[in-house]
């Protein structure tokens, strides 16, 4: 006996191919939160209030391993980065003495700015580096966070030493 192939029973099968596809498509995109019990931050950062809540984050998990996956949109960026050419760090501005005219960035000089650094405190790892995207800086992987408590040029540091992921799983347990 010929079993005859319906529209019913193609339709069947594309959605039983596109559940197995949304199935590997969802492991493969949580392949970077295998870390557990990090605490973690993604967004994207710019000057003043849009980077508040990144630098809190990094504030309250000070000698703690987080995540991060951050787009870095503003303020100044290391122009002359490593051997291979990645920045090692990046500021926003946090606050201003002098007003900032409408459409203007603003810079140390000029407002009388200051505001926070971050700086990578050691070599990148394959799963955590400060790289170049398109034109604006990235932060991605685990990191160990240190806050530093001299404030330089009115400008405070946080420390971030890149970590591979199993160093960073065995670090957070």
């Excluded at 596109?18 to 969802?26: S, V």
Aim: hydrophobic share 40%.
């Amino acid at each position: 006996m010929q079993k005859k192939v319906t529209l019913a029973s193609i339709a069947a099968v594309v959605g039983i191919v596109g559940g197995l596809i949304g199935i590997a498509t969802g492991a493969i995109s949580i392949k970077d939160d295998l870390g557990g019990g990090i605490p973690s931050y993604e967004g994207d950062v710019g000057n003043f209030a849009a980077s508040r809540s990144l630098l809190t984050f990094l504030r309250e998990h000070d000698g703690d391993v987080v995540r991060l996956k951050v787009g870095w949109m503003a303020g100044e960026v290391d122009p002359e980065g490593d051997r291979h050419g990645n920045p090692q760090w990046g500021s926003v501005y946090e606050r201003c003495t002098r007003p900032v005219p409408s459409g203007e960035q603003p810079n140390l000089v000029d407002h009388k700015c200051s505001g926070t650094t971050v700086i990578l405190t050691g070599p990148a790892t394959p799963d955590s580096q400060m790289y170049l995207n398109h034109g604006g800086l990235r932060i991605h992987g685990y990191f160990v966070v240190r806050l530093d408590d001299e404030v330089r040029m009115d400008f405070e540091h946080i420390g971030l030493r890149p970590m591979a992921l199993e160093d960073a799983r065995a670090a957070a347990s």
